[in-house]
T-cell receptor
């Protein structure tokens, strides 16, 4: 059983560019969440996908968008990058059903630097 | 805003028990308490979760007070590899969304 994997591990972009981050969920997991973690802070919830549909969103602007694919892998897209988007981006997967309290398993993250 | 409060930092001697407190005084009756830890900017690692009964697994024990307003994570024999930021999370129910609301956690340093 493989865990959650993310790519790339590091990325450097310039302000105004667009970026796509990728995540492969743990085998059998159908729910994926994305988090942004600024330096010295706890992770902040961006959004969640369940069976290819967004089913929850945090306080992030629409230029943060995502996709979940039939194999439950996922992408996070960020348009018009700003300096404050520099952070560690974490993907977490879980086996999700309504009312389930199954824990989320996190990937190692992608470190994005915006210059 | 996070629904939990934790001390910002703690030290523990290697081999001793590390007791990490968490206050969650506004917890609702159907919300679980989760604990994760994060080692040096890796992804958070799941430790344990519970509702109202004490829980134990191979990593740690979780003690939840009877009124559920606070809990304590116990690492029975701390090692240097347990040095990490520990997050206590109360999972809010929002139409089945699984979001965790992280606070700033407790930075545990295990001393040799």
């Amino acid at each position: 059983e493989t865990g959650v994997t993310q790519s790339p591990t590091h990325l450097i972009k310039t302000r105004g560019q667009q970026v796509t981050l990728r995540c492969s969920s743990q085998s059998g997991h159908n729910t994926v969440s994305w988090y942004q973690q600024a330096l010295g802070q706890g992770p902040q919830f961006i959004f969640q996908y369940y069976r290819e549909e967004e089913n929850g969103r945090g306080n992030f602007p629409p230029r943060f968008s995502g996709l979940q694919f039939p194999n439950y892998s996922s992408e996070l897209n960020v348009n018009a990058l700003e300096l404050d988007d520099s952070a560690l981006y974490l993907c977490a997967s879980s086996l999700g059903t309504s009312g389930s309290y199954n824990e989320q398993f996190f990937g190692p993250g992608t470190r994005l630097t915006v210059l | 805003d996070a629904k939990t409060t934790q001390p910002p930092s703690m030290d523990c001697a290697e081999g001793r028990a590390a007791n990490l407190p968490c206050n969650h005084s506004t917890i609702s009756g159907n919300e679980y308490v989760y604990w994760y830890r994060q080692i040096h900017s890796q992804g958070p690692q799941y430790i344990i979760h519970g509702l109202k009964n004490n829980e134990t697994n191979e990593m740690a024990s979780l003690i939840i007070t009877e009124d559920r307003k606070s809990s304590t994570l116990i690492l029975p024999h701390a090692t240097l590899r347990d040095t990490a930021v520990y997050y206590c999370i109360v999972r809010p129910l929002t139409s089945g969304t699984y979001k965790y609301i992280f606070g700033t956690g407790t930075r545990l340093k295990v001393l040799a």
